[in-house]
Nanobody
Framework: QVQLVESGGGLVQAGGSLRLSCAASGRTFSGYTMAWFRQAPGKEREFVAAINWNGGKTYYADSVKGRFTISRDNAKNTVYLQMNSLKPEDTAVYYC?????????????????WGQGTQVTVSS
């Protein structure tokens, strides 16, 4: 059974940092794109960042570019999201996901596996 388990969320003040982790089990995802999405209350789930199979290419939403860094450790079947200079508008549930298809990195419908999410709350 495939599982993606996120951790590292919490409450932080504006300007602070958090590091999210997503550990996969049940199969290896070293050959696939992994990504982070987020969903704030009353809003659609939106793309945050993605990383290709070997970590050689990364993609970011404009809203997080320069503040967030996605990375992966294929030996641990884990993807990370380092979040710096956090803002109140970053408050959301953060989900990791794995894309099996060859479709767009930004399209959530292209992602086949999802974690349960971890809450990130940034206070002003």
């Amino acid at each position: 059974q495939v599982q993606l388990v996120e951790s590292g969320g919490g409450l932080v003040q504006a300007g602070g940092s958090l590091r999210l982790s997503c550990a996969a089990s049940g199969r290896t995802f070293s050959g696939y794109t992994m990504a982070w999405f987020r969903q704030a209350p009353g809003k659609e789930r939106e793309f945050v960042a993605a990383i290709n199979w070997n970590g050689g290419k990364t993609y970011y939403a404009d809203s997080v570019k320069g503040r967030f860094t996605i990375s992966r450790d294929n030996a641990k079947n884990t993807v990370y999201l380092q979040m710096n200079s956090l803002k109140p508008e970053d408050t959301a549930v953060y989900y990791c996901a794995v894309k099996i298809s060859s479709g767009s990195f930004y399209d959530k419908s292209e992602y086949h596996y999802w974690g349960q999410g971890t809450q990130v709350t940034v206070s002003s």
